[in-house]
């Protein structure tokens, strides 16, 4: 099993900047990628970023220019940098991870989620 334990959401205001945080832990030979996703209330779930153990990253249009995701491959890991933030950021955000659990099981996590607000 792999726990994902996700920190640094809140209530930011419009134009300010926050950093989120998910760590990894459990049975893991290998992480191959982890992402952050986002989920408003009465919408689908969407990806924000994903990063992949060699570091080649992709992100949203909604995102891009204003975020930086990154991992600590030693840490298991995956930080996001949220710059600019508007009010159509607010969701929920929730951690992805691919993961071996072995070398020959390859499972995908997520975690529970952490609430982003960005309000005045």
């Known amino acids: 099993q792999v726990q994902l334990v996700e920190s640094g959401g809140g209530l930011v205001q419009p134009g300010g900047s926050l950093r989120l945080s998910c760590a990894a832990s459990g049975t893991i030979s290998m992480i191959n990628s982890m992402a952050w996703y986002r989920q408003a209330p009465g919408e689908q779930r969407e990806l924000v970023a994903g990063?992949?153990?060699?570091?080649?990253?992709n992100y949203a249009d909604s995102v891009k220019g204003r975020s930086t995701i990154s991992i600590d491959n030693a840490k298991n890991t995956v930080y996001l940098q949220m710059n600019s933030l508007k009010p159509e950021d607010t969701a929920v955000y929730l951690c992805y991870a691919d993961v071996l659990t072995s070398w020959t099981k390859r499972e995908a996590y997520w975690g529970q989620g952490t609430q982003v607000t960005i309000s005045s």
């Open positions: 990063i992949s153990v060699r570091g080649i990253t």
